[in-house]
């Protein structure tokens, strides 16, 4: 069982940073790929990074890449987005989710989830 909380949300002007992190308890944190989505109003929740078990392998989604760094801390049993260059279009509720079994971009692939942290982005 893992249990994830995300923090670090909160209204920045575009062009600014946030970083948000995934706190999660349980033993096991250290087996699970970590992934972030999102879901801004009236949309479907998309994929927005994932980063391996051992931290090796990260994956983003078009739209984030070279903004958005995915990375993780072990020893912590947390999760980190650190998104630059934030866009008005970036506002949204971010979410982290833990996968077994080498999860990609599909929801259906994460096994737990965190209630996700508001990110607003003003224009």
């Known amino acids: 069982q893992v249990q994830l909380v995300e923090s670090g949300g909160g209204l920045v002007q575009a062009g600014g940073s946030l970083r948000l992190s995934c706190a999660a308890s349980?033993?096991?944190?250290?087996?699970?790929?970590m992934g972030w989505f999102r879901q801004a109003p009236g949309k479907e929740r998309e994929f927005v990074a994932l980063?391996?078990?051992?931290?090796?392998?990260?994956y983003y989604a078009d739209s984030v890449k070279g903004r958005f760094t995915i990375s993780r801390d072990n020893a912590k049993n947390t999760v980190y987005l650190q998104m630059n260059s934030l866009k008005p279009e970036d506002t949204a509720v971010y979410y982290c989710a833990a996968g077994s079994g080498n999860p990609t971009a599909g929801e259906n692939e994460y096994d737990y989830w965190g209630q996700g942290t508001q990110v607003t982005v003003s224009s």
């Open positions: 349980g033993r096991t944190f250290t087996t699970y790929s």
């Open positions: 980063i391996s078990w051992r931290g090796g392998n990260t």
